[in-house]
């Protein structure tokens, strides 16, 4: 069985910081693309990052590119998204996610496995 367990979200002023964290258990992860969705409320999920465990790949929607970064530690089996510059409209649970269908340069699609999500509410 898979486990994802998020973590780090919370209230930020609009231009503040946030890190989520999410740590795996279960199934080895050792070359499983991991990655973060989010869903604001009244609208459907959409991609917001991934990292290919295996090499480090990165990928990002444009509407974060230059913002938010992804990052990996490999001896954790945990995976990071650090938010900077935040919008209002960043506000949204945000969901860990493992284990892609696919992947292409506009994002990570179709992940089989998912945390539990975590909010991230950005005041303006």
């Known amino acids: 069985q898979v486990q994802l367990v998020e973590s780090g979200g919370g209230l930020v002023q609009a231009g503040g910081s946030l890190r989520l964290s999410c740590a795996a258990s279960g199934r080895t992860f050792s070359s499983i693309t991991r990655g973060w969705d989010r869903q604001a409320p009244g609208k459907e999920r959409e991609f917001v990052a991934a990292i290919k465990w295996s090499g480090g790949t990165t990928y990002y929607a444009d509407s974060v590119k230059g913002r938010f970064t992804i990052s990996r530690d490999n001896a954790k089996n945990t995976a990071y998204l650090q938010l900077n510059s935040l919008k209002p409209e960043d506000t949204a649970v945000y969901y860990c996610?493992?284990?892609?269908?696919?992947?292409?340069?506009?994002?990570?699609?179709?992940?089989?496995?998912w945390g539990q999500g975590t909010q991230v509410t950005v005041s303006s």
């Open positions: 996610a493992a284990d892609p269908q696919y992947c292409r340069d506009y994002g990570c699609y179709g992940f089989r496995f």
